[in-house]
């Protein structure tokens, strides 16, 4: 079992950045797929980001050129920098692993872009 914790939300105003952080507490973490889902008021969860273990990354268009995610293997530790923030990126975020046929989630993190 792995227990993934994130952190780092909170209330910004638009155009501001946010780091979120996901702890993972496994020591295999450089073998896990890596993603970033949030789920906005009245939506469905959605892909935000991902990282393979090659370090490969990939964003969904809503996204793309404001979010980064990266990984710092060492720490076990996934990140999603957020800059240009707008109102419609309020969401709850949630870390995912994923590897072979097993995933794990975080609890989620609440996100709220407001003036």
């Known amino acids: 079992q792995v227990q993934l914790v994130e952190s780092g939300g909170g209330l910004v105003q638009p155009g501001g950045s946010l780091r979120l952080s996901c702890a993972a507490s496994?020591?295999?973490?450089?073998?896990?797929?890596m993603r970033w889902y949030r789920q906005g008021p009245g939506k469905e969860r959605e892909l935000v980001a991902s990282i393979t273990t090659g370090g490969s990354t990939s964003y969904a268009d809503s996204v793309k050129g404001r979010f980064t995610i990266s990984r710092d293997n060492a720490q076990n530790t996934v990140y999603l920098q957020m800059n240009s923030l707008k109102a419609e990126d309020t969401a709850v975020y949630y870390c995912?692993?994923?590897?072979?046929?097993?995933?794990?989630w975080g609890q989620g993190t609440q996100v709220t872009v407001s003036s």
């Open positions: 496994t020591s295999t973490f450089s073998t896990y797929l």
């Open positions: 995912y692993a994923r590897k072979l046929i097993r995933d794990f």
